[in-house]
């Protein structure tokens, strides 16, 4: 069974950099073709997608966002971290992280965290 | 590549048959999957590859569509189905969401 698990500040101030830890188990970020996503949601509105690690290592990000983002894991504690620099208050929301399945699910994100609520105030 | 979703809303009844379009403005093969979010939890992938049902999904929801235009059908709404449904684009980077279609009770 695959669970994965967000952690990380639920406020923080302008400015700052904000780093979050997605936690999981139930599969390997070494197996082919699976990948390990970052989306988030600001309250009342839509789902953004913001970033991706895959079992290579290859990463990939939001083209609106990349100047600001690092995706990186630690596949020895089963672990996914995003960082995001410079937080300003519209990126208050709810932050997900997300299983990526290989080609079998066309790349879908099939499993989710239970996601985090994040708020940037001073 | 844009995502778009219509209805925004989408006001139905218990038993309604529903259908939610989503169109991409540029042509994405069947690279589509479907989610539904109830409120306060996270996205449920309901369809990938734009008509495969999801592992554990039921029966009524299908999808249809290739190309640019795509449809989740809701055969019979349950009163667990309302919910806000998003597509995302899944051929090239990055997978786009649309906006999202909430169906509310009538």
């Known amino acids: 069974q695959i669970t994965l698990k967000e952690s990380g500040p639920t406020l923080v101030k302008p400015t700052q950099t904000l780093t979050l830890t997605c936690s999981f188990s139930?599969?390997?970020?070494?197996?082919?073709?699976?990948?390990v996503g970052w989306i988030r949601q600001p309250p009342g509105k839509g789902l953004e997608w913001l970033a991706l690690i895959h079992w290579d290592d290859d990463k990939r990000y939001s083209p609106s966002l990349r100047s600001r983002l690092t995706i990186t894991k630690d596949t020895s504690k089963n672990q996914v971290i995003l960082a995001m620099t410079n937080m300003d208050p519209v990126d208050t929301g709810t932050y997900f992280c997300a299983h990526k399945a290989g080609w079998e699910l066309q790349n879908a994100y099939d499993i989710w965290g239970q996601g985090t609520l994040v708020t940037v105030s001073s | 590549i844009q995502m778009t979703q219509s209805p925004p809303v989408l006001s139905a009844s218990v038993g309604d048959r529903v259908t939610i379009t989503c169109r991409a403005s540029?042509?994405?093969?069947?690279?589509l999957a479907w989610y539904q979010q109830r409120p306060g939890k996270a996205p449920k992938l309901l369809i990938y590859a734009a008509s495969t049902l999801q592992s554990g999904v039921p029966s009524r929801f299908s999808g249809s569509g290739s190309g640019t235009e795509f449809t989740l059908t809701i055969s019979s709404l349950q009163p667990e189905d309302f919910a806000t449904y998003y597509c995302q684009k899944l051929n090239t980077f990055p997978p786009t969401f649309g906006p999202g279609t909430r169906v509310e009770i009538k």
């Open positions: 139930g599969f390997s970020l070494t197996s082919m073709g699976v990948g």
């Open positions: 540029q042509g994405i093969s069947d690279s």
